[in-house]
């Protein structure tokens, strides 16, 4: 309360009070002293009713903050009348659909709206004037004053005036045709990866069916989701049978199983790829060998959320292995005891030609150093053939090793060349030797295995050649650092091989024709040992 400046004699204030009928008005209190006496005061107070001077200030106050936020407002805002006309709207709202505040005003909300959306502008009026609605938002398409659509978000409402009687609808309206957009381009990604997602499942379905291995897909636990019809063919079981009491695993054969599994739980904790071997039961009982390959598949935080795998059957390819491996035992056997033997009959067999050596040494007629000097030729051909067998059989048990040693390259040549000088002038023959002079004179490796390789081949050429002459060459043909390269080669005038039995040199016990061994002898052996040697030292030999 207020009081006046003369001597406080007149004093006033104001309150809402609650009138009998409910209703607030608004009363001032005015106070007039009338008498003193001492402390005592004697006053008069009288009320006014002031209500409707309260609510026209009210009033004016709320159509400023009305008319600034109305006016200035970034977000469209328009009063409809109730038949549907555009009363008044902003300049935000105006720019939205390319018009003049008042060029927009006299239009109806109907001659602005898409065709497409025509019905929703009605729809919301029925709503705020029935009640059933307080308000409305809906996403609708309006035309823009050069023809084109602009998608806007509305909210409605319903303005009443004091007696409680519809007045105006109030529209705020957001552009959201950008939005829009991105919403129909989001939604065509969506259709198309759709697409994209089903010809793809449509297409794994179809390879999954149709390919020859066994096909099966689990979850990040290694709970079974799929198993193809190739699965269900071979074990029998489909993917309802695997329950709790009943595993693929127990498919797998007894000695595999729990290598098996222990291989798969690392696999699931760590997400290594899976691969293994083991016997999978057929539906016959049968087992057959099978390579489980098995790959996980990680979502966009690379955790594991399902695992690929295939079985495929190498059941022909590892008993092709055992049996293989059966033969090469088999085979070494053999060899080892081919060596062995070779050692025991060459002991006697020298015995058998050193004799020989003897008688021929001594006092004998004609007849008995003939008979002499065929026994001792003929224990020397079994001794070479004896050698022979006993080379390849270290090869073919891989026994057999070279030495490094340092030898004189021209004597290990003509060495080998004056062992057959005797030989050669029986059959009338020459022997020339030609080496390259770029051939350092002191090398180091086998001689003996070089010496072998050239004798083998003088003596096939001497064998072959009734007449004309047989060339031994060494030539150097590369040099890196202190390893050289060297080329042997034999040639001679003799019978010739014609080029399909080219083709059967160097196999072991192989002649290119079976006349030549009844001809001119030998096991076959000779070539395919020079062949050995010459690749075991780096070589090559045809």
């Known amino acids: 309360p207020e009081e006046s400046d003369d001597v406080k004699k007149l004093s006033w204030f104001e309150l809402r009070c609650i009138h009998k009928n409910g209703h607030t008005k608004w009363i001032r209190f005015t106070r007039r002293i009338i008498k003193e006496t001492g402390n005592r005061l004697s006053f008069v107070v009288y009320m006014h009713d002031i209500t409707d001077h309260k609510r026209l200030i009210e009033n004016e106050e709320k159509k400023k903050c009305f008319e600034g936020i109305f006016e200035h407002s970034p977000l469209g805002v328009a ?10 709207v902003n300049n935000s709202f105006a720019q939205l659909l390319g ?11 109907s001659e602005t709206s898409h065709p497409d959306d025509l ?3 009605p ?8 009640g059933r609605k307080e308000a409305v938002h809906v996403k609708k398409k309006y035309l823009h004053k050069d023809g084109h659509p602009v998608w806007m978000a509305v909210n409605s409402s319903l303005l009443k005036g004091d007696d409680g009687n519809p007045l105006f609808f109030i529209g705020i309206f957001a552009d959201i045709t950008q939005q829009k957009k991105e919403e129909e381009v989001l939604l065509e990604d969506k259709e198309q990866f759709r697409e994209l997602l089903y010809e793809r499942t449509r297409e794994f379905s179809v390879l999954a069916e149709s390919i020859p291995h066994l096909l099966w897909v689990v979850d990040e636990s290694g709970k079974t989701i799929y198993f193809n019809r190739r699965w269900v063919e071979y074990t029998g079981m489909e993917t309802t049978d695997i329950k709790e009491d009943k595993s693929w695993v127990e498919l797998i054969h007894p000695d595999e199983m729990e290598t098996t599994r222990k291989t798969w739980e690392e696999c699931l904790k760590t997400g290594q790829q899976y691969c293994v071997e083991y016997r999978l039961k057929a539906v016959d009982g049968t087992f057959q060998w099978h390579l489980a390959r098995a790959i996980p598949l990680l979502n966009n935080d690379g955790k594991i959320v399902k695992w690929f795998g295939t079985c495929t059957n190498i059941h022909n390819y590892k008993e092709a292995i055992l049996a ?3 033969a090469q035992k088999s085979a070494q056997s053999k060899s080892e005891f081919l060596a062995n033997m070779s050692h025991e009959i060459r002991t006697p067999l020298n015995g058998i030609i050193g004799m020989a050596d ?3 040494e001594g006092t004998l007629d004609h007849n008995q150093r003939n008979y002499a000097r065929i026994a001792h030729e003929s224990g020397v051909c079994l001794l070479n053939i004896i050698n022979d067998i006993l080379d390849f059989s270290k090869i073919e048990a891989g026994k057999l090793s070279l030495e490094v040693i340092e030898f004189n390259s021209v004597s290990t040549v003509e060495g080998q060349a004056d062992l057959m000088t005797s030989k050669v002038r029986e ?8 080496i390259d002079p770029k051939i350092p004179p002191y090398l180091k490796g086998d001689p003996g295995r070089i010496g072998q390789i050239l004798l083998n081949l003088i003596g096939n050429a001497l064998k072959f050649t009734p007449r004309g002459s047989i060339i031994v060459r060494s030539e150097l043909i590369d040099r890196v650092d202190h390893r050289i390269k060297l080329r042997f080669c034999v040639t001679d005038t003799g019978i010739g091989l014609s080029a399909a039995d080219q083709k059967k040199l160097f196999r072991p016990f192989t002649q290119a024709d079976g006349s030549t061994a009844r001809k001119y002898g030998g096991t076959g052996l000779g070539l395919s040992i020079s062949k050995r040697l010459a690749e075991m030292m780096g070589g090559e030999i045809g």
Do not use: A, N, P
Not at 99 to 109: D, G, H, N, P, R
Not at 427 to 434: A, N, P, V
């Open 79 to 88: 009063l409809v009348t109730l038949d549907g006309r555009w009363h008044r």
């Open 99 to 109: 018009y003049e505040k008042e060029e927009l005003q006299l239009k109806k909300v």
């Open 119 to 121: 019905q929703i502008g």
């Open 123 to 130: 729809s919301v009026m029925e709503d705020l004037l029935s």
């Open 324 to 326: 293989r491996d059966k």
């Open 358 to 360: 003897l008688l021929l």
């Open 427 to 434: 059959k009338g023959l020459s022997l020339m030797t030609f």
